[in-house]
């Protein structure tokens, strides 16, 4: 009888080594949450669109597919390109804490190099600081908390609170549709969601 166990562990390995990957290498973050935001694109949409060149492009999009979390949906030229949605929920602080590795935190993390104030909030405050900053950014956006409150919460400045919120403003919007009705109610979702 096949071992069905060590299957599921070995797909299970490979998806955390696969986000891992994305979380330590913002060019990769930045492509995958670009497919994952523009589906489905071509070679030639990410080239202008990230600037890459051809070369870089598809080295870049062979490593996703072979992280198995880009796929190609056509065998037709030009090709298109799908990222594969991402939810992983890890604990944190022996077991204490567990957060959320979601499409969001990835283009957060993809947006490091482009932004220096997210790639300072991630020096200081780590992986888990940052899926935290984007849960009080989502929070925000929807009028339920301030900066202020996230600075109390978390313990840190208020202007650094505020420089974070601001910076994970551009990721809210693309990733969440924030809506504010008549009666003042807001409502979110996440773009994308299967």
């Known amino acids: 009888m096949p071992d069905d166990t060590r299957h599921v562990n070995g797909a299970t390995a490979r998806d955390l ?22 589906e489905p694109v071509t070679v030639r949409e990410v080239m202008n669109a990230l600037d890459f060149s051809r070369e870089t492009t598809q080295t870049l999009l062979s490593r996703l597919e072979e992280m198995g979390t880009v796929e190609t949906l056509t065998d037709d030229e030009p090709q298109k390109y799908r990222a594969a949605s991402i939810e992983l929920s890890l604990s944190a602080d022996q077991g204490d804490r567990t957060y959320t590795v979601t499409p969001a935190l990835i283009d957060a993390v993809g947006r490091r190099t482009a932004d220096g104030d997210i790639d300072t909030y991630i020096d200081r405050h780590g992986l888990a600081g940052l899926a935290t900053a984007l849960i009080y950014a989502v929070d925000r956006e929807q009028s339920r908390v301030t900066h202020r409150l996230m600075a109390r919460n978390l313990d840190i400045a208020p202007l650094e609170a505020e420089i974070i919120l601001q910076a994970l403003r551009p990721v809210v919007h693309d990733h969440f ?18």
């Open 17 to 38: 080594l696969s986000v891992a990957t994305l979380l330590e290498d913002p060019q990769l973050a930045g492509l995958y949450a670009y497919l994952y935001r523009e």
């Open 177 to 194: 549709e924030i809506e504010v009705t008549d009666s003042g109610d807001v409502f979110e979702s996440e773009s994308n969601a299967p």
